[in-house]
């Protein structure tokens, strides 16, 4: 069954289109189970009725004719319940209808199964028999299998054919569901980066020069057959002819006459080179791929092979001539801070992800630019959205492909909209953070980029609460030395002097990975990152700590935090460094104080350790992403359990609320500088905790101030307590939305709540 099943599955997932896909699936699906029947329904998004859509066996003329409510016939049975159903005489079930003219008269056996994806229900798959008997296990288990493992294929193909529609005159808006990353709603011209020479990773595009595409895959063709004829001289003596004939076989693979000729004639048709090659070439390896024989199954490497050599001289001439449109929507199946580095700030309006969740690191830094993202967009057709018009919606977590006139005129509303909220607010600028009873609470800013400060300073932040150096390590192809370093530490202290700047030490590992340092881990969010690292590379932690206090003179404004600390010998040692940095530097001639030295908690262990913690340090920081992440076994960049990660979890509140108690007991101060802290709903419950300052990205604070300056402390305890009662997410939420409702306050906590109107 499982070879039968993968075949199925590798031919689905080969089709040009939704159509053939359907056509395949009750092709093979039929003859596999060697059943009369095979058919499938699709679920219509703007009827939610289920669409006949695919047959081997019925009325092929009815195919999207008729459709039925999710209510109506077996069908709808299996489509309202979401279930298996498998019958031995179809007409005595009590939900039996008979439609006339689609051929089912003669057919007894009935079984159906749903397709479903993502827990969106995407259509019925169903055999029919002229016998009357009941289907075994096996055919059961076999069309749960295949209607399981299709869900996904058919998503993509659904989307895939839909955004590859050129009319948008149609009324009809193509819309991929993901996870918000960044909120703010970005209108653009879609770009994909693709990996290095990755064939399968090169999108579909016009040639803008036909001529100038094939000059550029003649010159890369001829640069990879000079490689191969230098490497077939070196080795000529070293093998047997038999084996060096290889080399001729390489050769003719480029020739005119096969494959080369190919790539030719697609470039001519109007495809660009990087397209061309890799349709033609992704083409031929999937034909070998699928052949018996062993020798020729091996073609399909040294098929692709040849491809990546030729795709690697394309991409290295077309690097240098990337032209950003005004407006771009950058795409990528992982979006990393160096893409976002390469695109003009100016010119970058939106980001679109196929890989991570809210906060994997690339949405915080997308946050931290005020740039709208979309995360674990999986069922993108990323290959098909290059030059296309996107709408991505960073509140809801939604792009939208093509849309037609008067979508695009409502979204530009949307945008205008959030423009005109981020006006009104700029006034608060200058106010104190404070309640309307008198507390006053600090809030800070978190950075990394340069192109942070601006939009920092702008924000009337009282401090940096994070500052995350491993940006500055991750832009880099090597290690930045210890004066590039000072440079950078020492812009950011003289930006905020003389405000805090909280300077935390290298963290990368789990979802961040240098490129010169790579880690690869089977499970590197439990592995080796942040303080561990340092720890076990003393050399890179002592040269940014001596940076930071030579940063530092004249200014004594820095603070050091370190990352990822979940034993007290972690602490101890890296104080020890500090010290021994300190002195160092002393010795050189600098005079400053020894700075403020805090922790980050994280990890479920350091919350049990808070007293002791405190009781070591000048403060504690609670990174409140990681310590979701870990509190609730939910890996943040995965976005198939992104719904279930969440920061007013109340086992997460529970842990912050034990965190303020154990360091208010010990006079240490304590702030938070997670993503939860620029959450204005969590705003009353953060301060009523007891957090002395609470750090966000800059686009995120003016909101937080307005939630902060319109209740009051006393207010903020009283919905605290209610908490104690309550024991889910939902509770959670609601119990806020009701606080930011007596205060008028939904707007500044929910934006782009009315995007619904705009579809």
Same mark, same amino acid.
């Given at each position: 069954?499982?070879?039968?099943?993968?075949?199925?599955?590798?031919?689905?997932?080969?089709?040009?289109?939704?159509?053939?896909?359907?056509?395949?699936?009750?092709?093979?699906?039929?003859?596999?189970?060697?059943?009369?029947?095979?058919?499938?329904?699709?679920?219509?998004?703007?009827?939610?009725?289920?669409?006949?859509?695919?047959?081997?066996?019925?009325?092929?003329?009815?195919?999207?004719?008729?459709?039925?409510?999710?209510?109506?016939?077996?069908?709808?049975?299996?489509?309202?319940?979401?279930?298996?159903?498998?019958?031995?005489?179809?007409?005595?079930?009590?939900?039996?209808?008979?439609?006339?003219?689609?051929?089912?008269?003669?057919?007894?056996?009935?079984?159906?199964?749903?397709?479903?994806?993502?827990?969106?229900?995407?259509?019925?798959?169903?055999?029919?028999?002229?016998?009357?008997?009941?289907?075994?296990?096996?055919?059961?288990?076999?069309?749960?299998?295949?209607?399981?493992?299709?869900?996904?294929?058919?998503?993509?193909?659904?989307?895939?054919?839909?955004?590859?529609?050129?009319?948008?005159?149609?009324?009809?808006?193509?819309?991929?569901?993901?996870?918000?990353?960044?909120?703010?709603?970005?209108?653009?011209?879609?770009?994909?980066?693709?990996?290095?020479?990755?064939?399968?990773?090169?999108?579909?595009?016009?040639?803008?020069?036909?001529?100038?595409?094939?000059?550029?895959?003649?010159?890369?063709?001829?640069?990879?057959?000079?490689?191969?004829?230098?490497?077939?001289?070196?080795?000529?003596?070293?093998?047997?002819?038999?084996?060096?004939?290889?080399?001729?076989?390489?050769?003719?693979?480029?020739?005119?006459?096969?494959?080369?000729?190919?790539?030719?004639?697609?470039?001519?048709?109007?495809?660009?080179?990087?397209?061309?090659?890799?349709?033609?070439?992704?083409?031929?390896?999937?034909?070998?791929?699928?052949? +018996?024989? &062993?020798? %020729? @199954?091996?073609?399909?490497?040294?098929?692709? !092979?040849?491809? $990546?050599?030729? =795709?690697?001289?394309?991409?290295?001439?077309?690097?240098?001539?990337?032209?950003?449109?005004?407006?771009?929507?950058?795409?990528?199946?992982?979006?990393?801070?160096?893409?976002?580095?390469?695109?003009?700030?100016?010119?970058?309006?939106?980001?679109?992800?196929?890989?991570?969740?809210?906060?994997?690191?690339?949405?915080?830094?997308?946050?931290?630019?005020?740039?709208?993202?979309?995360?674990?967009?999986?069922?993108?057709?990323?290959?098909?959205?290059?030059?296309?018009?996107?709408?991505?919606?960073?509140?809801?977590?939604?792009?939208?492909?093509?849309?037609?006139?008067?979508?695009?005129?409502?979204?530009?509303?949307?945008?205008?909209?959030?423009?005109?909220?981020?006006? +009104?607010? &700029?006034? %608060? @600028?200058?106010?104190?953070?404070?309640?309307? !009873?008198?507390? $006053?609470?600090? =809030?800070?800013?978190?950075?990394?980029?340069?192109?942070?400060?601006?939009?920092?300073?702008?924000?009337?932040?009282?401090?940096?609460?994070?500052?995350?150096?491993?940006?500055?390590?991750?832009?880099?192809?090597?290690?930045?030395?210890?004066?590039?370093?000072?440079?950078?530490?020492?812009?950011?202290?003289?930006?905020?002097?003389?405000?805090?700047?909280?300077?935390?030490?290298?963290?990368?590992?789990?979802?961040?990975?240098?490129?010169?340092?790579?880690?690869?881990?089977?499970?590197?969010?439990?592995?080796?990152?942040?303080?561990?690292?340092?720890?076990?590379?003393?050399?890179?932690?002592?040269?940014?700590?001596?940076?930071?206090?030579?940063?530092?003179?004249?200014?004594?404004?820095?603070?050091?935090?370190?990352?990822?600390?979940?034993?007290?010998?972690?602490?101890?040692?890296? =104080?020890?460094?500090?010290?021994?940095?300190?002195?160092?530097?002393?010795?050189?001639?600098?005079?400053?104080?020894?700075?403020?030295?805090?922790?980050?908690?994280?990890?479920?262990?350091?919350?049990?350790?808070?007293?002791?913690?405190?009781?070591?340090?000048?403060?504690?920081?609670?990174?409140?992403?990681?310590?979701?992440?870990?509190?609730?076994?939910?890996?943040?960049?995965?976005?198939?359990?992104?719904?279930?990660?969440?920061?007013?979890?109340?086992?997460?509140?529970?842990?912050?609320?034990?965190?303020?108690?154990?360091?208010?007991?010990?006079?240490?101060?304590?702030?938070?500088?997670?993503?939860?802290?620029?959450?204005?709903?969590?705003?009353?419950?953060?301060?009523?905790?007891?957090?002395?300052?609470?750090?966000?990205?800059?686009?995120?604070?003016?909101?937080?101030?307005?939630?902060?300056?319109?209740?009051?402390?006393?207010?903020?305890?009283?919905?605290?307590?209610?908490?104690?009662?309550?024991?889910?997410?939902?509770?959670?939420?609601?119990?806020?939305?009701?606080?930011?409702?007596?205060?008028?306050?939904?707007?500044?906590?929910?934006?782009?709540?009315?995007?619904?109107?705009?579809?």
């Amino acid at each position: 069954m499982i070879e039968t099943l993968r075949k199925i599955v590798q031919a689905v997932s080969e089709a040009d289109d939704l159509e053939q896909a359907l056509s395949l699936i009750v092709h093979e699906v039929r003859r596999a189970m060697a059943t009369d029947v095979c058919t499938v329904y699709l679920s219509d998004r703007a009827t939610t009725r289920l669409v006949f859509r695919a047959t081997e066996g019925l009325n092929r003329d009815k195919i999207g004719a008729f459709s039925l409510a999710r209510t109506e016939g077996l069908v709808g049975w299996v489509a309202s319940r979401g279930e298996m159903l498998n019958l031995e005489d179809a007409s005595a079930h009590p939900s039996f209808q008979l439609v006339p003219g689609l051929g089912e008269e003669s057919f007894n056996s009935f079984m159906g199964a749903p397709i479903i994806h993502q827990r969106d229900l995407l259509g019925v798959l169903i055999v029919q028999q002229a016998d009357s008997r009941r289907f075994s296990d096996d055919e059961e288990a076999f069309l749960i299998t295949i209607s399981a493992q299709l869900a996904g294929i058919i998503a993509h193909a659904e989307v895939s054919g839909l955004a590859a529609l050129p009319d948008t005159s149609s009324k009809t808006i193509t819309r991929i569901v993901g996870v918000a990353g960044s909120p703010g709603i970005g209108i653009g011209e879609g770009v994909f980066v693709s990996p290095t020479a990755d064939l399968s990773a090169v999108p579909s595009r016009k040639a803008d020069n036909r001529k100038a595409e094939l000059r550029a895959f003649r010159a890369a063709l001829a640069r990879v057959r000079d490689d191969i004829e230098v490497v077939s001289d070196n080795l000529k003596d070293e093998l047997s002819p038999e084996d060096h004939a290889l080399f001729g076989v390489y050769l003719n693979i480029l020739d005119d006459s096969t494959l080369g000729g190919e790539v030719a004639s697609l470039i001519k048709s109007g495809e660009w080179a990087q397209g061309a090659l890799s349709q033609v070439l992704l083409k031929h390896i999937k034909h070998f791929e699928r052949m +018996e024989h &062993s020798y %020729l @199954r091996e073609r399909a490497v040294d098929v692709r !092979d040849l491809g $990546t050599r030729v =795709l690697t001289y394309l991409q290295d001439d077309s690097e240098n001539r990337r032209d950003w449109p005004e407006k771009t929507i950058l795409i990528a199946e992982e979006i990393t801070a160096s893409a976002l580095g390469e695109v003009p700030r100016d010119n970058l309006v939106g980001v679109v992800s196929l890989r991570g969740s809210a906060n994997s690191h690339a949405a915080i830094i997308a946050r931290g630019m005020g740039v709208p993202a979309v995360m674990g967009a999986a069922d993108l057709p990323y290959s098909r959205l290059d030059a296309r018009t996107l709408v991505v919606d960073g509140h809801n977590g939604r792009v939208y492909i093509n849309p037609p006139p008067e979508a695009l005129r409502r979204f530009q509303q949307l945008v205008d909209d959030d423009l005109a909220l981020s006006e +009104e607010l &700029s006034v %608060l @600028r200058t106010d104190p953070g404070q309640t309307l !009873d008198g507390h $006053t609470v600090p =809030l800070w800013v978190n950075t990394g980029l340069t192109a942070d400060l601006p939009r920092a300073l702008e924000s009337g932040a009282d401090g940096v609460g994070l500052y995350r150096t491993e940006v500055a390590f991750l832009l880099r192809d090597k290690f930045p030395s210890e004066e590039e370093q000072r440079q950078l530490y020492r812009e950011q202290l003289e930006a905020f002097a003389p405000a805090p700047v909280t300077m935390r030490s290298l963290d990368i590992g789990g979802d961040k990975s240098l490129p010169y340092f790579p880690i690869n881990e089977d499970n590197p969010f439990l592995g080796w990152r942040g303080v561990r690292v340092t720890l076990d590379h003393p050399e890179i932690f002592l040269a940014q700590i001596r940076a930071m206090l030579k940063a530092n003179e004249g200014l004594g404004n820095l603070r050091i935090l370190l990352p990822m600390i979940s034993a007290i010998e972690e602490v101890d040692e890296s =104080l020890a460094l500090i010290q021994r940095c300190h002195d160092e530097v002393m010795a050189e001639g600098y005079t400053q104080e020894f700075p403020p030295v805090g922790a980050m908690i994280e990890v479920p262990s350091a919350v049990w350790l808070t007293d002791v913690l405190a009781h070591r340090l000048d403060f504690l920081s609670v990174g409140s992403n990681d310590l979701t992440q870990y509190l609730l076994a939910v890996d943040r960049t995965n976005s198939r359990v992104a719904d279930m990660y969440h920061g007013l979890h109340p086992a997460v509140l529970g842990a912050l609320a034990k965190i303020c108690l154990d360091a208010r007991q010990r006079s240490c101060p304590v702030s938070i500088c997670g993503e939860l802290a620029g959450d204005p709903r969590a705003t009353p419950l953060l301060i009523a905790m007891g957090f002395d300052q609470l750090s966000m990205n800059a686009a995120s604070l003016p909101r937080v101030k307005k939630v902060l300056n319109s209740v009051t402390l006393t207010e903020a305890k009283e919905v605290l307590e209610q908490l104690k009662g309550l024991h889910s997410v939902s509770q959670v939420k609601h119990l806020l939305d009701d606080l930011m409702q007596r205060r008028g306050l939904e707007r500044y906590v929910r934006p782009g709540q009315e995007q619904e109107r705009a579809e």
